[in-house]
């Protein structure tokens, strides 16, 4: 069972940045795909991130690409999520997942086995 930790969420005014961290409660992140999601007040989670196990290969939604960026340190089993040029529209809970290695990038949520509880990030315009 792995279990997921996120922090740094917060409040921001747009144009800021935040940088968000997934911790694995174990020595085992580094064998796993992890994605971050994000889903706001009446609206389906979203994908926004991932990257795999290796770090080697990165994904991103459009809405983020350019602003956000996705890295690892699977010596510290830490994935992180550094948030630039945030806009009110980001606004939302952020959770981080992970899902065994695969060959191909998935952004869809019910690929994904473990879930972080979630952390705030609130954009103020």
């Known amino acids: 069972q792995v279990q997921l930790v996120e922090s740094g969420g917060g409040l921001v005014q747009a144009g800021g940045s935040l940088r968000l961290s997934c911790a694995a409660s174990q020595r085992t992140n580094s064998r796993y795909d992890v994605a971050w999601f994000r889903q706001a007040p009446g609206k389906e989670r979203e994908f926004v991130a991932a990257?795999?196990?290796?770090?080697?290969?990165?994904n991103y939604a459009t809405s983020v690409k350019g602003r956000f960026t996705i890295s690892r340190d699977n010596a510290e089993n830490t994935v992180y999520l550094q948030m630039n040029s945030l806009k009110p529209e980001d606004t939302a809970v952020y959770y981080c997942a992970a899902g065994a290695p695969l060959s191909y990038m998935r952004n869809w949520p019910g690929s994904y086995d473990y879930w972080g509880q979630g952390t705030q990030v609130t954009v103020s315009s």
């Open positions: 990257i795999n196990w290796s770090g080697g290969f990165t």
